[in-house]
Structures are given as structure tokens and as C-alpha cells.
């Protein structure tokens, strides 16, 4: 090694490292397998892919004397939730009905955890400062993190969809599938417009990852930012609900959210589809240039 | 800033948090190339914030800092990729093995070539002696461990500057000569090494040039040898006569004398003095000597002068 012999004032030792465009990739996916191997991530993905299995069996047993859900009391009697009545008729149906059951509460509370951690996790460990010397570069960093935290909406979709469809398969008929308007399409069909839903799924979480991603940013404390983040999902749950705040509704993030079943129309109707995909589109803008904004200018206290 | 051949260099930093609070006061710091540099200063002196600046993790006020040559923070990007640091204690994934911890770590480096990743990072792991814990979860080691493997973190590349925030906190007697053999060895091979301790006959055993800091203000800074010499030696006289001895030194200057049984010591007077005539008088005085001499100065009596602060020197 040639810095052995240089004295004591001596000029710069090691040439300057040029960074190569591919390499700052590395942090990418670094922070991809430091996210999926975590205990947490696991027992969150565990804990979406049972809901189907566990609704699956519901209705088998309550169906298991020939009727269909929702019948128990007669008529008159509230109506299940979406799609459970057809689920018998059609395996397939098990992933839609998964899907709207989980997505008003179930994975926006997952997401919130993975979110609202990203950066405050690393801060509260101390882990953020040796990442940024490092240097990550803050910019970057930030980019890893919604990389990973975007990535994590999408697998946690195709959990609750894949473990639907499987579940599904194993305990009631596939067929042909019978749309929200009366038109029957083949089960190939059938399955392109399940993976659409669980695309649409995943994108209508962007808005409430970019949010807890800039929560993340204004805190040292990972608890703290996650409880925040799902705290914000429940109100914004309820007053999506009352009637007199009809006025701030279309802007609320959750407001559009079960539009997905438009999908399985025939032909689809995209209104409200686009409308939820322009307010994900919105808040990831509005919230990714504050988590921007805050974090480039943050001192690094912990 | 004038760009100087120093591997850190500060002028007028200064740090005043939201709230007012002044943490760092127009610290003009030198860090001099190749130098082994011990950062001193009682808790809650501005140290960390110092050092956070330097790194490019917190935003100075006002006032500029350069690192080995170039502005900080804003050549953070081609600056840090040759500068090791282990700043407040180690950090780590507890849910990933040591490797993996480095392996992170190294990743984040946009100019670490992921070829020799693995390479580097086993003979990182071997350099702090951590080489057969690798495979651990960090969540299992104890903190000895934790502060090698974040020792390791900051020797994933050769490194120009180390920045060294008590390097060896929560390490055991023999773990603190490893880390001091290390020290010695990386500023060998020509690494500037920037280590902030509260042990200061560590710093003693291994700087070349020292500053202390107090509230904010940086108070001194050279090397060791002119810190030391700054604060005068001490006398020491053994007597059976100690009541004779103490009026005696009092009466050529000596101050600040303090008796222990038979032994007397006391400050020498700031004008030289020859020290046989001193022993001369005791004797003439009928003080029976046993020994005499001056204690060499540590760098302890100088930085409880400049601070006029104890300092936890067991650590």
C-alpha cells in the first residue's frame, strides 16, 4: 500500500472514488431485503394473507348447508359485504371480497407501520446518521425508502390477492365470472381483471405511504410516526362517513378507495377510478415534496 | 476559507439550536494531515455538535468547515467516501448478523465497488477481531462487540480522515490496547485520526496534537507536548519534617502546597528556579529529605486548568 510510506503532512492518500451511476443502486436494494427480512414485515404480509383464508372458511361453514351469505334471517336483513355473496358460485370472487375487506383498514394500517418507520425507525436506531456519512446522500435515501415502502403496498396487495385466489381455488367452484353488471366473462378474463384490481389496490395506497413517509421525517421516534400515520387512516375513515363534511370528502384519501370495483364492469367505468388514481397522484406529490423539503433541510440530532 | 494542507479545518463554526441555545461559539479548529488528534472537553461542551457539523449531519449557523481540503457539507458526497466515522456510539440493525450490518452499510456508499464488498467487509471484521462473531445477529453482542463493529463500519475503505467519537466506550482493558494498537497503526499507514475521548491519558497515550473545548468555545489547541508544558510541573518532596518543608517552599514561591503524611507537593513559582538551590534551602533549614523532584505534568493538571473542571479520568 502506498499510503504506508507517506509522511506526516502528507497530499491526499487515496484517490478520490469516482460513485457510478449503478453502484448508488445498491442502497435500492439493500433497502428492499433490509425491509423484507425484518420479523414485522413478515408477520404484517402473514397477517393480510390469513384474512382471505379465514373469510374463505367463514363462508364455507355458514354456506355448508346449501344456502348463500346473508340469507340466515330472511330477506329483510342487512346484505353481506361486497362480493361475499357470490364467493360460493365462484372461487375468484374470494380475492375481490378479500380486497374490500382489507383495504379500508387492514393495509393501510401495514402500510402506515412500514411508512411511518422508514426514517424515523432509522433515526430512533441511530442507524440514519451512519447512512447518511456514508454517504448515502439524503436525496437518495429518501428514494430508497419510498422505493421500499411503494414496493411493500404492492406485495402486500398480491398477499391478500394470491392467498384470496388460492384459498379460493381450494374451497369453492372457478368458472366463468359473472361481472358487478350482469355480464359473464371467461375465468381467463376474470383473472386479468383480478390482477387490474389488485394493481388499482396497490396504487391507492401511494397516498397514505407518501404521508407516512413525511411523518417519518418530522420525528426521531418510529412509534411515534406509525401511530401517527394510522391514527390519520381512521380519521380520515371517519370523516370520510359524515355526511356534513361532504365537502372535504373527494380529497380525502381513502374516499375513492373501494371505486376498484368498477373494474369489474362491463364496460368499465373509469371516473371514479381515475378520480382515486388523481388523488393518490395528488397526495404523493403534495407529501413527497415535504418529506423532500423537510428532510434535505433536517439536522441529524440522533 | 483559504484552502490549507489541514484534514480539518474550522472557521468561526458556530451552532445556536432552535431555542437559543449556543452549543458551538466561532470554533476555529486545525486538524494538521497525519496527525493522531485528541478531541477534549467536559460533557455538553459542543463536541458532538462539532463533530455532527464536520460530518454534514447538522447545519452550522453560521461560520465555515472544510474536510481534508474541501466545504462541508456541500462536498459531502466526494468528501465522505474517505472519511471513517463512528460518531456517539455504534449503530446497529438488530435484526441483521454482523456481516449483514456492514454489508448495509457499505451499500449506502455510492463509490464502494460491490465487487469487493464481500472482501472488504470480512477483512473489516477481522481488523477489529470481530472476524468469528460475523455470523451473529447484532441484536446478541455485547457492547465491546457493537462498538468494534461500528469501528469496522468506519474501516470499510481505506480511509484518509477518521473521526472517532470515544472510540473505546463499553470496551474492556484489553479491548482498549486493541483499539489503541489500531489507532497507532492506521495513523501509521498515513490515516489523519480524529478522536474525541473523556480518557485522557488515552489521549496522552496516543494523540500527537489535542484541543479542548469548554461550553462551546474551543480553549486550546496543539500538540500534546505544548499542552502539557503549559501547565507547570509539579513539586514533590518526601520529609519526615513536612511543616518545615511547606514554610520553606513557601518562602521561594512554591503555591498551592498540599501535604499527604511525609509527603509534600506544591506548584512551582511561573519565574524559573533552579531546583538544587531549593533543596539547598530545605536542607539548610534543617529538613531532612528523603526525596525530591518535579512530576511531570499530565495532560490532566492542563485540562483541569483550562476548564477548571473535574473530569472522570476512570472513566
Redesign the interface.
Known amino acids: 500500500?502506498s499510503?504506508?510510506?507517506?509522511?506526516?503532512?502528507?497530499?491526499?492518500?487515496?484517490a478520490?472514488?469516482?460513485?457510478?451511476p449503478l453502484?448508488?443502486l445498491?442502497?435500492f436494494?439493500?433497502e428492499l431485503t433490509?425491509t423484507f427480512?425484518?420479523?414485522r414485515t413478515l408477520a404484517l404480509l402473514g397477517v393480510l394473507a390469513a384474512v382471505p383464508v379465514l373469510i374463505g372458511i367463514a363462508v364455507k361453514i355458514e354456506t355448508s348447508d346449501g344456502g348463500t351469505v346473508g340469507q340466515g334471517g330472511g330477506g329483510g336483513e342487512g346484505e353481506a359485504p361486497a362480493f361475499f355473496s357470490q364467493i360460493t358460485n365462484n372461487g375468484i370472487f374470494l380475492v375481490f371480497a378479500a380486497l374490500a375487506a382489507t383495504l379500508p383498514v387492514f393495509l393501510p394500517m401495514a402500510i402506515g407501520v412500514i411508512a411511518g418507520d422508514s426514517i424515523a425507525g432509522e433515526a430512533s436506531?441511530?442507524?440514519?446518521?451512519?447512512?447518511?456519512?456514508?454517504?448515502?446522500?439524503r436525496i437518495?435515501?429518501l428514494l430508497a425508502k419510498f422505493t421500499a415502502v411503494m414496493a411493500f403496498c404492492l406485495v402486500a396487495t398480491l398477499a391478500v390477492a394470491v392467498s384470496g385466489l388460492a384459498t379460493g381455488a381450494l374451497l369453492f367452484p372457478l368458472g366463468d365470472v359473472t361481472l358487478i353488471s350482469g355480464t359473464t366473462v371467461s375465468f381467463g378474463d376474470g383473472l386479468v381483471r383480478a390482477l387490474g384490481v389488485a394493481a388499482v389496490v396497490a396504487l391507492s395506497l401511494v397516498g397514505i405511504a407518501t404521508l407516512g413517509v413525511f411523518i417519518s421525517t418530522l420525528t426521531n421516534s418510529g412509534i411515534a410516526a406509525m401511530a401517527t400515520t394510522v391514527g390519520l387512516v381512521i380519521t380520515a375513515q371517519i370523516l370520510d362517513t359524515i355526511p356534513q363534511l361532504h365537502g372535504i370528502h373527494p380529497y380525502l384519501f381513502p374516499h375513492y378507495w373501494l371505486s376498484f370495483a368498477d373494474l369489474l364492469r362491463a364496460p368499465v367505468y373509469w371516473d371514479d377510478l381515475v378520480k382515486n388514481l388523481e388523488l393518490q397522484g395528488l397526495y404523493a406529490a403534495v407529501f413527497g415534496s415535504a418529506a423532500w423539503a423537510r428532510f434535505t433541510?433536517k439536522?441529524?440530532?440522533a | 476559507m483559504e484552502e490549507t494542507?489541514a484534514a480539518v479545518e474550522t472557521r468561526g463554526l458556530t451552532k445556536r439550536y432552535r431555542g437559543g441555545q449556543l452549543a458551538v461559539a466561532g470554533l476555529d479548529l486545525t486538524v494538521?494531515?497525519?496527525?493522531v488528534f485528541g478531541f477534549l472537553g467536559p460533557n455538553g461542551s459542543g463536541k458532538t455538535t462539532t463533530i455532527?457539523m464536520l460530518?454534514?449531519?447538522?447545519?452550522p449557523t453560521s461560520g465555515a468547515a472544510r474536510l481534508?481540503?474541501e466545504p462541508m457539507p456541500r462536498a459531502?458526497?466526494?468528501v465522505?467516501?474517505?472519511?471513517g466515522?463512528l460518531?456517539?456510539?455504534?449503530?446497529?440493525?438488530?435484526?441483521?448478523t454482523g456481516r449483514d450490518n456492514l454489508?448495509?452499510?457499505?451499500?449506502?456508499?455510492?463509490?464502494?465497488?460491490?465487487r469487493t464488498r464481500p472482501a472488504r467487509v470480512a477483512s473489516a471484521l477481522d481488523r477489529v477481531g470481530l472476524g468469528a462473531a460475523a455470523g451473529k445477529k447484532a441484536r446478541a453482542y455485547s457492547l465491546g462487540m457493537k462498538q468494534r463493529l461500528?469501528l469496522a463500519?468506519a474501516l470499510l475503505?481505506?480511509?484518509?480522515l477518521l473521526v472517532l467519537d470515544e472510540p473505546t466506550n463499553g470496551l474492556d482493558p484489553q479491548g482498549m490496547r486493541e483499539i489503541r494498537a489500531l489507532v497507532r497503526e492506521l495513523a501509521?499507514?498515513?490515516?489523519t485520526v480524529f478522536l474525541s475521548s473523556h480518557l485522557l491519558d488515552e489521549i496522552e497515550q496516543v494523540c500527537t496534537h489535542a484541543a479542548v473545548m469548554a461550553q462551546g468555545k474551543l480553549i486550546t489547541q496543539g500538540t500534546v507536548a505544548e499542552l502539557a508544558a503549559s501547565s507547570r510541573g509539579r513539586l514533590s518532596v518526601t520529609t519526615p519534617d513536612p511543616v518545615d518543608a511547606v514554610r520553606v517552599l513557601k518562602e521561594h514561591g512554591v503555591t498551592d502546597l498540599v501535604t499527604l503524611d511525609e509527603r509534600v507537593v506544591g506548584e512551582l513559582p511561573q519565574t524559573p528556579l533552579e531546583l538544587a538551590d531549593l533543596n539547598a534551602a530545605l536542607v539548610r533549614e534543617g529538613v531532612r529529605v528523603r526525596a525530591f523532584g518535579t512530576e511531570r505534568a499530565s495532560l490532566e493538571d492542563a485540562f483541569v486548568a483550562l476548564t477548571g473542571e473535574g473530569f472522570d479520568v476512570a472513566g
Not at chain 2, 55 to 59: A, D, K, V, Y
Not at chain 2, 87 to 96: T, V
Not at chain 2, 103 to 114: E, F, G, K, V
Request: hydrophobic fraction near 40%.
Open positions: 500500500m499510503r504506508a510510506e507517506t509522511g506526516a503532512p502528507a497530499a491526499p492518500v487515496a478520490v472514488r469516482p460513485s457510478r453502484w448508488t445498491a442502497l436494494r439493500s433490509t427480512r425484518r420479523w436506531s441511530g442507524t440514519l446518521r451512519y447512512l447518511l456519512v456514508a454517504p448515502a446522500g437518495r435515501l433541510a439536522d441529524i440530532t | 494542507g494538521p494531515r497525519g496527525s455532527r460530518m454534514g449531519l447538522i447545519e481534508l481540503g459531502a458526497r466526494s465522505l467516501p474517505r472519511v466515522a460518531i456517539e456510539g455504534p449503530a446497529l440493525y438488530s435484526h441483521l454489508l448495509r452499510y457499505d451499500a449506502a456508499d455510492p463509490t464502494a465497488d460491490p461500528g463500519a475503505q481505506p480511509r484518509e501509521g499507514e498515513g490515516t
